[in-house]
Nanobody, 111 residues
Framework: HVQLVESGGGSVQAGGSLRLSCATSPLPTSRYCLAWFRQAPGKEREWVSSINTSEETDYADSVAGRFTASRDNAKNTLYLQMNNLKSDDTALYYC??????WGQGTQVTVS
């Protein structure tokens, strides 16, 4: 069955950086649109970023200019580089394949 496993979350001070990874199997990332969502405590889940099969990326206004999505199709892995983190970025971050398959999430805490 399809598995998406996120990693790279953690605790960081405001202004710091983190890089999230999402390894997928067995579906090849090269054939699908990939996305990152997040959910903060007491808030609805929100879309963060997408990257399509043409490597075009899109970002929520709240993270544009600070976050960068990329992928390594040879490793079937999606990344999210997060810079200049803010307390509002604190959330559980999920990677999503084709808007159909979700990972279990990785926690990001910014203090």
């Amino acid at each position: 069955h399809v598995q998406l496993v996120e990693s790279g979350g953690g605790s960081v001070q405001a202004g710091g950086s983190l890089r999230l990874s999402c390894a997928t199997s067995p579906l090849p990332t090269s054939r699908y649109c990939l996305a990152w969502f997040r959910q903060a405590p007491g808030k609805e889940r929100e879309w963060v970023s997408s990257i399509n099969t043409s490597e075009e990326t899109d970002y929520a206004d709240s993270v544009a200019g600070r976050f960068t999505a990329s992928r390594d199709n040879a490793k079937n892995t999606l990344y999210l580089q997060m810079n200049n983190l803010k307390s509002d970025d604190t959330a559980l971050y999920y990677c999503v394949l084709n808007l159909s398959y979700w990972g279990q999430g990785t926690q990001v805490t910014v203090s």
